[in-house]
């Protein structure tokens, strides 16, 4: 065999199908829809939680302002891990994909970081910002019960918060951390081939 | 250039691309279709900095990147087995080598080298990956040693 293979050729006769046309269009319509959908159900849900609060606000009427302050982190919370975990899923779909290959990969390495610190912290300040909440939330009704209910209440809620702060929130944060942390290392394997 | 030409002139030129770089024929369709896709959204932030070409092979090169991360997506779908084994069997074995040689490269190399074999000049796809003129050449010409060896040792 000569040193002369004629790889373009090659290359070349490798048998191509061009799907139709009219197929990609149809294609692009569906991706055009279900982009949309998912702004949609983000965007139900956090109004479907604001008027759910809104409307326990105004039919128990809640005397103590450690009730309205409980009510207000525990939404505040719950938009807030909404909001930063759609952002950087945006900012991940949207690297712009027309810089060079060196460049690209440089973007998905530092946002896959940023991810990487996002996830845990926000994660933990999540389960902490609920805690609070929910146990400012619970002052007023608690002090309506015996103290025997009002102590067995709280201890059931903090021991639920705990099972997830110490066994539930561990875990999660390992699951993804291992997920991101093979992508970063893949990411900079490619990035190193352009040394 | 409108949405239409672009598809019908680059099409196979990025499905070979793609091709190159997954090995399979599913996937690569997935892949070039999704170049589509964003070359679609994209057309009219196109300013005629660099050419067409450059522009979509970026695109392309940096979505075949992207599926290193979707990877375990991939275990290929049930239905369409039979028509790919029809398409492989009618290919020249020495086809199906070049480009499981080229799959089994690092991934940047494969890039360079589908989008050399593409005809595409060194200067453009030294603007594509984002190397330096001199390098991008050096590095074409490892890789196609590489491949010579690997098709000598197969006795292609």
Partial sequence: ?195 | MEFENIYKTYWDRIFRLCMGFVNDYDAAQDLAQETFIIVWQKLDTFRNESSIGTWIFRIASNNCLRQIEKNKRFPKSELPVHIIEEKQTSLEPQIQFLYKCIAELPETERIIISLELEDVRQTEIAKIVGLSETNTRVKIHRIKEKLTQKFKENGQ
């Fill in chain 1, 1 to 195: 065999m000569d040193n002369n293979i004629d790889f373009k050729d090659l290359w070349k006769k490798q048998s191509v199908s061009q799907p139709n046309f009219e197929d990609l269009l149809t294609r692009l319509k569906q991706f055009k829809k279900s982009a949309l959908r998912s702004l949609w159900i983000t965007n139900v849900l956090l109004i479907a939680t604001s008027i759910f609060v809104a409307v326990i606000w105004y039919y128990y009427q809640p005397q103590f302002v450690s009730t309205k302050i409980g009510i207000i982190i525990t939404i505040l919370t719950m938009m807030m891990y909404l909001v930063i975990y759609n952002r950087l899923l945006n900012a991940y779909n949207n690297i712009d994909s027309t810089q060079t290959n060196q460049e690209y990969v440089q973007n998905l390495i530092s946002i896959k970081k940023k991810q990487h610190y996002l996830q845990s912290t926000i994660l933990s300040l999540y389960f902490v910002l609920l805690t609070i909440g929910l146990c400012l939330y619970m002052y007023e009704y608690a002090s309506r019960m015996t103290v025997f209910w009002a102590i067995f209440t709280y201890a059931m809620t903090l021991f639920w918060m705990g099972i997830n702060w110490f066994f539930i929130r561990p875990k999660q944060i390992k699951k993804q951390q291992a997920k991101i942390n093979n992508l970063i290392e893949k990411f900079e394997d490619v990035s190193n081939q352009l040394h």
